[in-house]
Structures are given as C-alpha cells and as structure tokens.
C-alpha cells in the first residue's frame, strides 16, 4: 500500500467550484488514489483465502477474481456472489424530497438492487436471492411510513422484474456512525452460472467479436458526487430543467435499468454471451475491463439521456471526461459473437431495452476507440487490478 | 406497519442517565418498536417473492424464512445466505484507540464476519464465501494505513479460521451518509447446506434434546450502545477497570467468538443438531427462538465474563434484563440429541470453545426457565416474527 502525503488530501467534501468553472470527479470528493491502496491489499489478502475452498471440495474461478462478481465451482453449477453499495445517490432522493415533497425511495430501492445485480450478471449468472442492507442513522428514519413503505415496496417490485427471491436483510438502527436522517444502502446477491458453459468471464473473448450496448435510463448511480456538486452551484438547484418539463432532480433519480432480464433472455435465445461489462464508475473505460489487450472500436453511440448532457455540458467535460466517467446512455455492454448481435438487440428489445450493435472487437493494441467522437482511451485509462 | 406518536420518541442519542441509575437498552438508543414495523413489512414483502425461484426450477425452505440465514433448495444440496451489520462496536474501537492509541480494528473485522458468520451456521450451512462491506465516512478514512492494514489482515484472519474464501467486496466513501472519521461495516456470506441432511431449522426438535451453550469471549457485538453509554458516565471511561488489569474499554473488544469450526466439527463427530441459536441482541431470549412450543430448562449457567459481569453491576441490570440482554458467557446454543451431548462438549472443546451441557428441552409451555438463577422468560418474551 501507499498513500500521498496527507497535507495534499481534502478532509472532506471539496468546497463548490464558481459556476462556469470546469469540475472534475477528483473536485467532486471522490479519491480513487486514497482508496484504491487499501483495495489492492485487500485484493492481495482475499485472493490468499481462496485454498480453503479446496478443504470442501470445491474451487475459486481463479478469473473471477478483479470481475465484478466472485464465482466458486460447487461441483453441479458455480456459484457467484457480491456485496454491492447505493453510493450517495439517496442523498439527491433526500434533497430532491425536500424540495418537491416526493418520495422517490422505490427508485432508490431499484438503484440498490440494480448495483448488485447487474454486476452478478456479467459473469453469467443467474440471480437467486437478495439480501436487504439497510443502514439509518437512527431509528428515527423509518419513522417516515410512506418513505418506509416506498423503500420496501420498491425492493420488492426490482426483486420480482428480476425473478429473485428477497431472502432477507439486516436493517440496523446506526446512530453515530451513519448520519442523522441518512440511510446507507446496500444489496448482497448470490447466484449460480448453470448450465457451466454460462460464464462469462471472457475466456472466449475474441477479435471478431461484436460488442452490443444496453441503454442506461440516465446516470444510473454512478457520478452522483459529481451531479451533487453541480446542484450546490446551479442556481436552481436540482429544479433546473434538463429539458422541457424535466428537472434535474427527478432526471437523476429516474431508477437503474436492471438487465438480469436481458441476460436470461440472451441465454434462452441461443445468445452465447462471451464476456460482459457493467458501465459504472469510470464510465465507458469500464470497455476496457477485459485483461486481455484487444482494441475495440466503437462506430455508434447511443442518444445520450437529457441529464447526462446537461452534467457534461455544465460540468464542462469535453467527450473524453464524459464517456470516461458517465455511463453516456449505454448501462450495459455485452460482448457477443458476431453472428448473434442481431439476435442480442432483439432479445434486449423484447425485455424492453433498446440495444445497439456498437461495435466490434479487433485484434490489436489495448484501446477503445469511439469513432463518431474521436475519443481513443488507451490501456492505462483503466487499473482496477 | 404501526409507529408511535413522533412526539414520543428520541430524536437522537438519549442523554446518559446520572451516575448510579439503571440504565436499559431502550434509554441507550435502541428502539426495537420503531424498527419492528418496518421489520414486519419488509417480511410479509420478502416472503412473497419466492415464488420466482420455482421459474429457475428452485424452491425456498420456507422454514428459514424468520430464521437467522435464507435458505434455497438448488438441487444437490441448499444455498444459504445472508448480510450482517457490525453495529455500534467500531465507535468503541475508535475511542478505545483515542485513549490509548492502540488499534483494535483487526478484532473489529473478525466481530464483523461473526456477526454472518455465527448466523450462517444455525441453520446448518458450511460457510464458503464472504463479501466484505465497509463503508467510509470518506477517502480520508482510509489514509491511516495502520487501522486499514489491521482491517485487512484481521478480515483474512477470520475467514482463514473458518475455512472461507474471501471473494470480494466493497470500500465505499460515503461522505455525508456515513459520518466523517467512521466506517460502516458489514459482512455477506454464502454457504451451503451439504448434504442436505445438516439442515438444523428444527424440525426434529424435541423433547428430551440437551442444550450445549458455547462460551462467549466477552460482549461480542451486541449490547455495545448500552456499553457506550455506560462509558459515558463512569468518571474513568473506557479506561475503568472491570477485572485486575482490564479496563472495560479493551475487555469490550475482546473478538467475536467465531463459531463455524465448532459446528463443523460437529458434523464430523457425527453429533446431530437440532437447532440452533447465536445468542446476539435479545441475549438468552433467543433460547425461545424456534416457533414449536417447548419449555427449555437450564440447570447449569456457564461462567460470566468480568467485562458483562461489570456491564450488569452498573448498569442496575437484575438478572432477568442482564440474561434478557446480554449473552452473559453463552455466545451459542445447541440443541442436540442428549445421547450426543457430551460428544458436542468434547468437539466444542477441540476448537478451543469451552461448552457446557446447560440443560434440556421438555414438552410444555413455550418458556426458558434458568434454574440457578430463579428466572423465567414467556413466550412473549422474544417476537421475532
């Protein structure tokens, strides 16, 4: 581990940039350089542990470790598993709430689940049960019996679209450590990869490869620091219309698209899905998650959601710092093979998500290139092992 | 759901009692009464969503739900899971480090994964994989590269003395949800039920079973608001002495007893539990746990560890609160054929687990009565579902 000299770190949030000043994810008060050490240590010492799975019988997918789920061979199927965090997005469903008197925490609920879920996914599984992580900052947050209710109901209504089992949770009273009037949210998801052959850890990956994006809803709940601090310098706060008759607030809290429907469907159509990426945090780079060095080039965007322009306008991102940290439209890429892309935006369309056949896979240096926008991200644009 | 006038509750931390009176669990923070209608509505809402198994060709055991882990048919054997919370536990941690400057975060992971863990195994299930959850009040949190180490090396520590693979995990920083300087922590584990026969919701509970109690190490992780606020008026604090050179402080963050060796050691001796409760808020109320009616009846009280011992003497707690709080020396409770009882004893022991054959289940009203200690507890003393 190391970590920059302390003086160099903010102690908290950044004070708000002077409106028309750019703003960057760093400026927002996330610190990837501070957290990601004790990440790589962690990293380090979970994948230590993986031996004592051979004690049962049973063995780690080595390759799953640095995906976005864990997956265990159990002998009939694998066995995949994740703990996956809101992030502060319940903070503009807080804020927003104040301001208009609407509830928006079934979108929250949705949110939550869709973190886990749609990171279970990508390495082929099937998900089977969610467990509830619900975190106040005292008893007094579920005092509020319609937010109370919106968040279970919610919950219930993304368990059901997704086909799984809601097995339970733990709904701690935390005052002192979460704030006051605050709720962390979190979600656990466990699935399994059966038949075997489902993974999709990119083994099969390959130049010739077609790469298929899912349409996002809007942000998702990946950038909302960013988001948050561009509403503290709007005059308008979140009432800003991002387009007519559309304001900022309720722009960002339209709810995380769930895409364990579309992947399901993929399978029952005959879709082999070689290898799948989850755009969160760190936008389209997340393209390059993959270890293996491929070039994938893109020659068509999506529409990019009204909100998702308006932050990267008024953040003043130029395309490369928007695509590299937002989701920009596309939530979801899938790597298929190419005679099946077609099949692939159909199966995405009957779920009632639009998908583009994006671009393909090459052989070549590690890069991403999106064509219609100039923008070419190299190898180092992404270090999440 | 159901809430109290708003009028009637605290809006935040109790202010501590004077010096000399009693203090209960509700006076130190914890309202079960605000929290259970949300509880229940979450309940009936999880419950109704099991039916979604069956289109993957699974089915629930319907008997778990209510129980300390969820637990799904999948075929060749059950899948249990589950996400447990820390608690209050990290905030004596950090004063206890104000105070001395000693780090107790690598005990504070082990209480974290006990927290799952030690539920887990009540059902039966071989715990194969933990997702750490560990939320930050921000980046800043992890700059102390000491405590993250400790963290670390103590959640690898835990999960290679009970034979489970580390997956994963989550390292949010989560300014303005959880508080500056603190962390959140959680534990998600997989486990499974193999052969199907381990499984120990109590459907062959009976009279005339022995009940095995596990010794506790200390508080473990439950009981800790009222722990805090009892610091809070004592005029030595945390640095108090409970017992002859151990202040209550360092006695408080004795580790979690880890409880997944006795129980798979268990199995391997061929000892057949019943049933199965970790004894964590509600302390030895949770003897009453399993939904059949049976009296459960204690003749021997194992010994009470000085720091619990203390926590009752200043706290005015008579028996009845203390054993109706805290776990009191028994962190874990068996319910095992009497012929075996002994056998349960000895394999406790090989772990390093003192256990004591405390007393036995009868046919008759649904109570735990404690002999030696002259208490009763009803049916109505425990409502967990």
Chains 1, 2 share one sequence.
Not at 8 to 36: H, K, M
Not at 180 to 208: F, M, Q, Y
Not at 265 to 270: F, I, V
Request: aromatic share 6%; with cysteine.
């Amino acid at each position: 581990m190391s970590a920059p000299p302390a003086s160099s770190l903010p102690s908290g949030a950044a004070a708000p940039a002077p409106l028309g000043q750019p703003l960057s994810y760093e400026e927002a008060g996330v610190r990837y350089d501070v957290i990601d050490p004790l990440k790589v240590a962690a990293q380090r010492a979970a994948a230590a542990t993986a031996p004592s799975l051979l004690r049962h019988g049973f063995a780690e997918i080595g390759a799953s470790r640095g995906e976005s789920a864990y997956v265990v061979d159990v002998g009939p199927f694998h066995l995949a598993s994740i703990v996956e965090c809101l992030g502060s997005k319940a903070l503009v469903a807080d804020a927003v709430q104040e301001l208009t008197g609407r509830c928006h925490y079934g979108a929250i609920a949705q949110d939550t689940i869709a973190m886990a879920i749609n990171d279970l996914v990508t390495v082929g599984a099937t998900p089977l049960v969610v467990q509830a992580y619900w975190a106040a900052g005292g008893s007094a947050w579920f005092e509020d019996r319609g937010r109370a209710e919106a968040l279970v109901a919610g919950w219930k209504a993304a368990c059901d679209h997704c086909g799984v089992a809601w097995g339970g949770g733990e709904t701690p009273a935390l005052a002192g450590i979460v704030e006051a009037g605050r709720i962390d949210l979190a979600a656990a998801c466990t699935g399994i990869v059966n038949p075997k052959e489902r993974l999709s850890l990119g083994e099969n990956l390959a130049a010739g490869d077609a790469i298929v994006l899912l349409a996002s809803s809007g942000i998702h709940a990946n950038g909302l620091s960013l988001a948050r601090k561009l509403a503290e310098r709007l005059p308008r706060g979140y009432l800003t219309e991002v387009a007519p008759g559309l304001r900022f607030g309720e722009a960002l809290l339209a709810p995380t698209t769930l895409y364990s429907p579309v992947t399901e469907a993929l399978w029952a159509a005959g879709v082999r899905v070689h290898y799948a990426a989850n755009i969160t945090g760190h936008g389209w780079r997340k393209l390059l998650r993959h270890p293996a060095p491929f070039t994938y080039r893109i020659d068509t965007v999506p529409p990019v959601p009204p909100v998702l322009a308006f932050i990267a306008r008024e953040a003043g991102h130029d395309a490369a710092e928007a695509y590299g940290t937002l989701n920009m439209g596309a939530g979801f890429a899938l790597f298929v093979p190419a005679a099946q892309a077609d099949a692939a935006v159909a199966a995405a369309a009957r779920c009632g998500v639009p998908a583009w056949v994006a671009g393909r896979v090459e052989a070549g240096p590690k890069r991403l290139l999106v064509e219609p926008l100039g923008l070419t991200f190299g190898a180092d644009a992404l270090a999440l092992r």
